[in-house]
């Protein structure tokens, strides 16, 4: 009998076990361990200060200024609890009679709740300065300036046109859709209007290379074209670890400081494998809320496992495919579609969601390039009906009936953290 390597799989708080033999083993794919650093606090003061393409940000603050603080919302792991307070001690020091409001990017999440905004800044936070959840369906709340070059509508808060001074926090790691986040994703879609984040998805859907890992991808340039027209001043770019833990962050110049962590996300990040993989199991973890979230696990399988393979996904989705109730319905209306028809059926039936076509793209896309087996306990059974994958209840189950399709010798890999990890073939694993 072979040896069995047996394997522990993160799926929301808790981990799914499960076994293979060695020999069809290719590696366990998780990020690269790295210490977090041991002053967070210090660590951001000496990026705010020692900013890159800007000025300290203290010598931003002029007295009486509208400051607009700008952070990311529950499905990315920033602990702004802990890196929102230097931030704010810095701007208060730099000026009197302020005010200084928070303003959660959700793009086109549900709205933060109060016990997950006091989890997310911490409670001191939250009783001394406003913080207010971005709703992109909320018309009354943005203002159109104009459009890019590109035609996509610039629709944003209107508190980024009232504010004097905007500042931002966000993290870096890869992104199945704009290559990486950081930078210009804070802005759009993290507080623009839905008619701005459907023009960029667009973009994303009739693309024809992976966007995961680069930023030469459209919609990561048609964001950064949109940012160049939108207020903000001054950016704190963060590379965290495993455990959602600050190991490096760099500020000032929104695209500058991105880039800049982006090279050093990459040593955690992107990870190399050696050959192609027939199966890849991929936990979605961290983003696990719902399928918006926990389809990233499958961005992280589809460049890497051979046409024809597995994919076996385990993502808790909590909360379903979404609670925004167009993405719901787009997808809905593209229940068995072919991914190269959709954006075309979705324009013969009037869809103005291009976001949720998008989503509805990416889903039988994968399913075209391989069997898809998701182990679920947020999503029903009709819900994998709209998004055409199958069902499974354990991870060996689904393993086993991989193995009954790809054969006896069939290699497979196994993704830690399917939400941000990046998988690419190289030559050796270091």
Request: charged share 20%; proline share 8%.
């Amino acid at each position: 009998m072979s040896k069995q390597v047996h394997v522990k799989l993160p799926y929301g708080k808790t981990e799914l076990g499960f076994s293979l033999p060695a020999e069809n083993l290719i590696a366990i794919l998780e990020p690269t361990q790295v210490a977090p650093a041991p002053d967070p606090a210090g660590v951001i003061r000496e990026a705010i200060r020692n900013p890159i393409g800007r000025p300290p940000l203290k010598q931003l603050v002029r007295d009486g200024q509208y400051v607009l603080v700008l952070i990311d919302d529950m499905t990315r792991p920033t602990p702004c609890w802990q890196l929102l307070p230097p931030i704010l001690e810095e701007i208060e020091a730099g000026g009197k009679d302020l005010h200084i409001e928070i303003l959660i990017a959700t793009g086109t999440h549900r709205p933060m709740t109060p016990a997950e905004i006091e989890a997310k800044v911490g409670r001191h936070i939250m009783a001394h300065y406003p913080v207010i959840n971005h709703e992109a369906l909320d018309e009354s709340s943005m203002v159109n300036l104009g459009k890019s070059a590109n035609g996509t509508p610039i629709v944003v808060n209107r508190r980024l046109t009232e504010a004097d001074l905007v500042v931002a926090l966000g993290n870096t790691v890869p992104h199945c859709l704009a290559g990486w986040a950081g930078g210009a994703k804070i802005i759009q879609p993290g507080v623009c209007g839905e008619d701005t984040t459907n023009q960029t998805h667009a973009l994303s859907m009739v693309s024809p290379m992976p966007h995961l890992g680069r930023l030469d991808n459209p919609m990561r340039v048609e964001i950064e074209n949109i940012v160049e027209k939108v207020r903000l001043d001054f950016m704190v770019n963060t590379v965290l670890n495993d455990r959602a833990e600050l190991v490096y962050a760099l500020a000032g110049d929104p695209m500058q400081s991105q880039r800049k962590t982006v090279e050093l996300s990459s040593e955690v990040w992107v990870r190399p494998i050696p050959v192609l993989p027939d199966i890849v199991i991929v936990s979605s973890y961290p983003a696990d809320l719902d399928y918006w979230q926990g389809i990233k696990g499958l961005f992280a399988a589809e460049p890497i496992v051979k046409r024809g393979g597995d994919i076996i996904l385990a993502t808790p989705c909590w909360e379903g495919i979404s609670s925004n109730p167009h993405h719901l319905e787009a997808m809905r209306a593209m229940r068995g579609v072919p991914s190269k028809m959709i954006r075309h059926v979705g324009k013969e039936k009037g869809i103005e969601d291009l976001a949720g076509l998008n989503t509805a793209t990416v889903a039988a896309r994968i399913n075209e390039l391989a069997f898809v087996q998701v182990l679920s306990a947020g999503l029903c059974d009709d819900d994998l009906d709209v998004l055409g994958h199958s069902r499974t209840h354990s991870i060996q189950d689904a393993l086993a009936q991989a193995f009954e399709r790809q054969g006896p010798n069939a290699k497979v890999l196994v993704i830690t953290h399917g939400g941000d990890i990046c998988p690419v073939l190289r030559t050796t694993i270091k």
